[in-house]
């Protein structure tokens, strides 16, 4: 069994994504702020991006996306995991989320970024579900992980991106609890996500995305005008706290605070 971690001496935040480059359109500027105020970063891609090109086979694919993966996660100060399988492998079954748990419990975040759950592709989905069922059991001991990792008996908030695109799978405009302000750290996460080098023409040819960088930052901008305040911005719904830690753990708003979070309500920021 892998020994339980010291307590750290900083909070934790763990981002766990469906494939290398999901976190850095997503999620990487609330990371790098969070990371400005003195957070421990962890990222986890489940998949390998293996299924990401039309011109490689898939180890060279691979090869190709641990090391864009890396020199993202090198920009973002992150840990970055090992990924568990390959592109359309991620399932929402016991083996794999033995894998997602072990991940978890070695992190022990205090903070968990995870997926939409009503976005437009399967595998982000899945993700989603496997790293919230994940967090919710980090501290049962009869849930066995692989490799066998010590339970972690602290509380966790999940907080739920923005779905690509930021609406769900029916094409509804999904709209974030509160946006977080990313305008000062905008350019380092546009230079990670940069790193994805392989992903602009896959992204072309597969999705018709003609600008893969624009893509993020249209979608920054537009959740930036949702929050009413922030020019970049963005966007997250918060997990239920049931099974998590109490009602009113909110790390990362405490962390990074009302200058950087606006709250959304049904007329608009406060």
Request: proline residues 8%; negative net charge.
């Amino acid at each position: 069994m892998l020994p339980r971690e010291a307590k750290p001496t900083m909070p934790t935040a763990m981002a766990i994504a469906a494939h290398p480059d999901d976190i850095e359109f997503m999620m990487a500027g609330t990371l790098l702020a969070l990371g400005e105020a003195g957070w421990r970063l962890h990222c986890l891609n489940v998949a390998t991006g293996s299924c990401g090109s039309r011109s490689t086979g898939r180890d060279e694919t691979v090869a190709v996306r641990t090391r864009e993966a890396q020199a993202a996660a090198a920009m973002l100060g992150s840990i970055l995991h090992p990924p568990l399988v390959d592109d359309i492998e991620i399932y929402y079954e016991p083996r794999l989320l033995a894998r997602v748990a072990a991940v978890v419990r070695q992190a022990a975040p205090q903070a968990l970024l995870v997926p939409s759950p009503c976005d437009y592709m399967e595998d982000h989905v899945n993700a989603s579900r496997l790293a919230v069922t994940a967090a919710f059991t980090r501290g049962m001991p009869n849930l066995a992980t692989d490799p066998p990792a010590a339970p972690v008996d602290s509380p966790v908030a999940v907080y739920h991106a923005l779905p690509y695109g930021l609406q769900d799978v029916l094409r509804r405009p999904v709209r974030p609890d509160f946006c977080v302000d990313i305008s000062r750290v905008f350019d380092r996460k546009r230079r990670a996500l940069a790193c994805h080098e392989s992903q602009k023409r896959w992204l072309d040819e597969s999705q018709g995305i003609g600008s893969y960088l624009k893509a993020m930052e249209d979608m920054s901008a537009a959740v930036g005008r949702m929050s009413g305040r922030f020019a970049l911005a963005e966007g997250w719904q918060r997990h239920s706290h049931l099974g998590f830690g109490p009602p009113d753990f909110d790390p990362l708003g405490e962390a990074l605070g009302p200058d950087a979070c606006a709250e959304l309500t049904e007329g608009g920021s406060r």
